[in-house]
């Protein structure tokens, strides 16, 4: 028989039971008695924990077993990660399991949970919540951090990270702040040579030196704490003052990229604003009403990013229910009981959710009534976290100016890239920091600061003057070739005509208004129903009078006009006509004239076409009215709906009469007694003014302005109606 040290624990098969299944049976019962160096069975061919390795390390007590003295003792340790403890204890039964850290660090509730209570690991690792590290694993930062002298050189059956981690692992003192409760950052944050430099994603985090010696810190942005602790994580957007952003340590720090000159920013077109109000998705606010009984459901997105969602529903009378739906999961009191990652308060007529870490994608906040009509506020707020570096968040302009006028910003309607929300009339394809980069003013420090000035975009948020431009000359723009230029690229209209494609069925003595005052009329039809006679006229004179065929053309060009040359008025083909005698259907197909043809060289020309009273053959919704005129500065307002003197509609209550561009007229309830009605004004589901009318009585919205130049327009009618009759049927 060969020495027995010199044996492997298989050749002792021979003889004995297989130790991981029938260890009583077999030499001991103990993993201490084998694998633990200076074990009584310890043999050659098994792999041997190294005694002074793991009685430094940090797993040698995870289960409170461990005793130097006792190998027994210091064998229910191993229980910890390699055995069911609880089983062990009474059916000393030796399975194999192959741990693994995140079994027990990220989650308190797994393996052998009630002897254990490993610390777990939330943040600084692949799966973190905010301060997640996708190159640095467990293996890769901890392999780094073994008992001095480890791992052994003889005798490792398994030579992996995970094994010496798990045997060999050191607590790190030298990271660790006096107390013990908090990691000292800048250990690998502000030292570029540590140890775990290469397991950076970005190496530049590891000389973050922007909080050093400043009136901020880490902590401030990035809470306190061990490595892994939940409270450790990336600020949040928090809706405020600028003095934490622009602090000495962050934006005001003069030797980064990022740095904002507040000064310069404070005498700018945004100083009133905070960084919150651009830089995090903008808060939804609607209010309304509801009957009992009713419901009231508000659409809204939670865009990648948010940290915190803040849902709070105020109301006057009676009792309301508060329920969200995220993307199929619903939220509310009782759901919220045993959510930790949801925070539900109700007092009174007030409920508010604040959820932590919300799903992305689309909500639905649902509003029911209880049992009293009353009016509401909704308010949606989120809470942005803060980016890295280069994937800012920023609002578009149009955001705040034009598709969802917010934080008084002076509304802009027209003159505008074509297909925004506001469906402008009178659009550019230049953006607005084409136009609005004309009026920078940038400050010194940027160039020292290393700043990318070539980002207008952001140089025209920041640093953005007031106009210099006087916005009521349209010619300065439209015919000056080097302002045009630097101002959007804006073109000379008497070099533009634009045609459309049309299909146009008229019937005899009907006329068809044409743009620039031409008008088509249809004559008499050929007693053969082949031929009709085509008039076309110019402010009253007739310029083409001919007899057409069906199948052929009817076109009209003028020749030789100043700075366009040559411009179609219409080039159309007689594709049909439905005879009757004389009187007829003719239908026309081809191309006419879709702008104006601009001979102009005075604003006064420019007016003509662009206010109401001078439009020539305008449609109704199709018109200007004058807002201000001061003699120098001219302000014009379209008017989206015109309807005419004589139409009248019937309502009845609950219905809404949708007057286009997000406004809506509801009848909300009626009173027969005394002859009257309440009306509401609604835009994008926000009440703008609700008014009881009497019968005969006028329901009128008024509202003030603020024009480009900043003027104040008080009183400016934007929806006006006549209660004709209150009846019931």
């Known amino acids: 028989m060969p020495d027995y040290y010199e044996m492997g624990y298989t050749d002792c098969m021979s003889c ?37 390795g ?24 191993c229980w910890g990660c390699h055995n069911d403890y609880e089983q062990q204890l009474v059916d000393p039964t030796h399975y194999k399991i192959k741990p693994d850290c995140t079994d027990c660090h990220t989650d308190p509730g797994s393996w052998n949970s009630a002897y254990l209570s490993p610390p777990q690991t939330l943040e600084h690792q692949p799966d973190g919540i905010d301060i997640i590290t996708p190159n640095a694993s467990c293996t890769i930062c901890h392999n780094r951090s073994l008992v001095e002298g480890m791992p052994p050189a003889t005798y490792i059956k398994n030579q992996t990270p995970m094994n010496f981690i798990s045997h060999y692992g050191r607590k790190r003192s030298d990271m660790i702040e006096i107390d013990g409760s908090v990691t000292n950052c800048s250990y690998c944050h502000c030292n570029e040579t540590n140890m775990f430099a290469d397991t950076f994603e970005n190496a530049n985090n590891t000389n973050i030196t922007h909080g050093g010696g400043y009136s901020a810190n880490c902590t401030d942005c990035h809470g306190s704490g061990r490595i892994h602790d939940a409270a450790l994580c990336a600020p949040m957007m928090t809706p405020g003052d600028n003095s934490f952003c622009m602090n000495t340590a962050c934006h005001g720090n003069d030797r980064k990229s990022w740095f904002i000159d507040n000064t310069a920013f404070l005498t700018g077109i945004h100083k009133i604003l905070n960084c919150t109000d651009c830089h995090a998705p903008l808060p939804v606010d609607a209010a309304g009403s509801v009957g009992v009984g009713g419901t009231y459901n508000r659409s809204f997105a939670v865009p990648d990013g948010v940290k915190r969602l803040n849902v709070t529903l105020s109301w006057v009378a009676g009792s309301l229910n508060l329920t969200l739906d995220a993307n199929g999961t619903t939220i509310n009191s009782s759901t919220a009981a045993t959510d930790q990652n949801v925070d539900y308060n109700e007092s009174g007529g007030y409920i508010r959710y604040s959820i932590t870490n919300p799903a992305t994608g689309s909500w639905v906040a649902c509003i029911s009534n209880v049992n009293a009509r009353t009016s509401f506020d909704l308010r949606i707020e989120f809470i942005q976290k803060h980016p890295k570096t280069g994937e800012c968040f920023v609002n578009p302009c149009t955001s705040c100016h034009v598709t969802d006028v917010s934080y008084n910003a002076p509304p802009v309607a027209e003159h505008i890239t074509n297909g925004t929300a506001s469906s402008a009339d009178v659009w550019t394809n230049a953006s607005c920091t084409a136009c609005h980069v004309n009026d920078i003013i940038l400050p010194h420090g940027l160039g020292g600061a290393g700043v990318n000035t070539s980002n207008e975009d952001a140089m025209v948020a920041h640093y953005g003057a007031h106009l210099r431009f006087d916005t009521s000359d349209c010619i300065s723009c439209h015919e000056d070739d080097d302002i045009s ?121 420019c007016y003509a076409c662009h206010i109401s009273g001078y439009r020539y053959g305008a449609e109704d919704g199709d018109e200007y009215l004058v807002l201000r005129n001061d003699g120098e500065d001219v302000t014009i307002g379209r008017i989206p709906v015109n309807f005419t003197e004589r139409e009248h509609r ?45 019968e005969g009585g006028v329901f009128t919205y008024n509202t003030t302005i603020r024009d480009r130049k900043g003027h104040v327009i008080n009183d400016v009618t934007v929806f006006q109606v006549r209660v004709g009759k209150v009846f019931r049927r």
């Open 485 to 605: 230029v630097k101002w959007g690229g804006a073109n000379d209209p008497r070099n533009f005509t634009r045609h459309e494609t049309v299909r146009e069925v008229l019937r005899t003595g009907k006329v068809w208004k044409l743009k620039n005052e031409y008008e088509i009329t249809v004559g008499p039809i050929s007693s053969s129903g082949r031929c009709v006679w085509i008039n076309l006229t110019h402010h009253g004179v007739v310029v083409k009078d001919e007899l057409v065929t069906v199948g052929n053309n009817f076109e009209y060009e003028v020749r030789d006009l100043a700075e366009i040359g040559n411009a179609t008025i219409c080039d159309l083909t007689v594709s049909n006509i439905f005879a009757a005698g004389i009187w007829g259907v003719v239908t026309f197909d081809g191309t006419v004239l879709a702008s104006r043809i601009h001979i102009e060289t005075e604003n006064e020309d």
């Open 16 to 52: 004995h039971a297989d130790p991981h299944f029938e260890p009583e049976a077999a030499a001991g019962g103990n993993c201490t008695d084998c694998h633990l160096e200076g074990g009584t069975n310890v043999t050659a061919g098994l792999p041997v924990i190294s005694e002074n």
């Open 54 to 77: 793991f009685f430094n390390s940090f797993h040698k007590n995870i289960t409170g077993d461990f005793n130097a003295a006792n190998y027994s003792d210091i064998s229910r340790v």
């Open 650 to 694: 019937i309502h009845w209550v609950g219905h809404g009469w949708d007057l286009g561009h997000g406004y809506t007229l509801m009848v909300a309830e009626v009173d027969l007694k005394g002859r009257k009605a309440r009306l509401e004004l609604r835009q994008n589901d926000t009440v703008l003014q609700s008014e009881v009318v009497h």
